[in-house]
């Protein structure tokens, strides 16, 4: 299935118009598959996305945070000219690799080990937005406030 039309969803919906924006940037989304990544979930709150960009050093990489957006991008400054190569099968190109963010994700940091960039995530949901336990008050009509005119109908 190449194609999503959203449009019943429109009419019967409001609100959600940015989740159907995302589903239709997915399916339109440029993918070459450079570099290679994993997406791994460690626990409930916290993720890791590891990129592989061997040949690419610290000041080779930037990672850019914009919104619900994470660009990773990678442009190697040593060039390959003069050099005579009987076979190149490392990939050094430059690229652009982007991810969308849930609500709540932030990025917790970086760290680059053995050509692995490791993007660490964590999900930080506000107090407000968790759930908690709402006591239940013991006796008959404890705490109940009869509005004027809530009855007269």
Same mark, same amino acid.
Request: charged content about 30%; glycine content about 10%.
């Given at each position: ?38 997406? *791994? #979930? ?9 990129? +592989?960009? $061997?040949?690419?050093?610290? =000041?080779? %990489?930037? !990672? ?31 690229? *652009? #690799? ?9 990025? +917790?940091? $970086?760290?680059?080990?053995? =050509?692995? %960039?490791? !993007? ?34």
């Amino acid at each position: 299935m190449r194609t999503f039309d959203p449009t019943p969803f429109y009419r019967s919906t409001v609100g959600f118009d940015r989740v159907f924006d995302l589903l239709d940037a997915v399916g339109k989304s440029d993918s070459n598959g450079y570099p290679p990544y994993n997406i *791994e #979930r460690l626990d409930e709150n916290d993720y890791r996305i590891t990129l +592989a960009v $061997a040949g690419f050093g610290e =000041g080779d %990489l930037d !990672i850019e945070v914009r919104e619900n957006g994470l660009t990773v991008t990678g442009s190697r400054q040593d060039s390959d000219e003069g050099r005579q190569f009987l076979y190149q099968g490392i990939a050094g190109r430059s690229f *652009e #690799r982007r991810f969308q963010l849930a609500e709540h994700v932030k990025v +917790a940091g $970086a760290s680059l080990v053995n =050509g692995l %960039l490791n !993007i660490e995530l964590k999900r930080e949901i506000p107090e407000a937005m968790k759930p908690r336990k709402i006591a239940i008050n013991k006796g008959e009509g404890a705490n109940v406030k009869v509005l004027k005119g809530a009855n007269a109908a």
